[in-house]
């Protein structure tokens, strides 16, 4: 009984994970007509990251935690990217306010990226090593 309780732990800083990385995403992502960035859900992001860490530590899951967080934060940063290039000609001079607080806030959530994925934290290696199993899967004889 203890055992799934702490897998409920660890399986919650997970979910906590994926939810900050999507907040985050959705906080700064600026659309046309009304492009705004929401600096609250900035706060949720790095709320939901902190209690996520939290129950990871408890649960002993941490390399979970830290796994999820630098995969839905490299996923959800490519699709911020890919949208923000998609709808840059769309925007007027009005707009620039908010494409460049939301731009610069993506360059520290790009760089806290990267420090996540060079970092020696538990889960990262396990996390690097299934991307590259899975990029090189197709390649196999």
């Not at 900050?20 to 492009?35: H, N, S, Y």
């Not at 967080?69 to 000609?89: D, R």
Request: net charge positive.
């Amino acid at each position: 009984m203890l055992a799934a309780l702490w897998g409920a732990l660890g399986a919650g800083a997970v979910v906590l994970a994926l939810v900050a990385a999507f907040c985050q995403f959705g906080a700064i992502l600026v659309v046309r007509p009304r492009p705004s960035v929401s600096v609250r859900a900035v706060g949720v992001a790095g709320a939901c990251a902190l209690v996520g860490l939290v129950l990871g530590l408890i649960s002993r899951h941490v390399a979970w935690y830290f796994a999820a967080l630098a995969s839905a934060s490299t996923g959800f940063a490519a699709l911020y990217l890919i949208a923000l290039l998609g709808s840059l000609p769309e925007f007027e001079r009005r707009d620039m306010n908010s494409v460049v607080l939301s731009v610069s806030i993506f360059g520290g959530w790009l760089a806290f990226t990267i420090a996540l994925w060079a970092s020696p934290l538990p889960g990262i290696v396990d996390a690097l090593n299934f991307w590259v199993h899975v990029a090189e899967w197709p390649f196999k004889p």
